[in-house]
């Protein structure tokens, strides 16, 4: 039994959140959560929420003991960029590019 959480266009750099999600990836529920909220990446607080809400999705659909949950994959994708202008000299423009990220995590049950 698997459960899911997706969370799309989150505003930071893939770089910087993927850095912040291999350090959970494959650990139970209870130490990512320890380990992300002592996180001092950007990008914590995001894959926090994404986290608990795989954690209550398998809870309220699946009805999961959540002790027994880990983190079966966690994955950050490039979304889209916000392009934004900035003026420089003699009339011309520069283009600013802020990257999105598409956080995923499947949280299973693990098996005694």
């Known amino acids: 039994m698997e459960a899911r959480a997706v969370s799309k266009h989150v505003r930071v ?10 350090t ?5 529920v209870g130490s990512a959560l320890q380990v992300i ?3 001092m ?19 309220n659909n699946y ?3 959540v002790d027994r949950l880990f983190i079966k994959t966690a994955t950050v994708d490039m979304g889209r960029s916000y392009r934004r ?10 283009i600013i590019r802020r990257p999105t990220s598409h956080i995923t995590i499947v949280v ?4 005694e």
């Open 24 to 28: 959970i990836r494959g650990k139970d």
């Open 63 to 65: 009805e999961v003991d």
């Open 85 to 94: 202008l900035k003026p420089r000299a003699m009339g011309r423009a520069d």
């Open 41 to 59: 990446g950007k990008a914590a607080r995001p894959i926090r929420k994404t986290l608990e809400s795989a954690v209550a999705n398998a809870e």
């Open 37 to 39: 909220s002592m996180s």
């Open 13 to 22: 750099s893939p770089r910087k959140a993927r850095m912040v999600i291999d």
């Open 108 to 111: 299973a049950e693990r098996e």
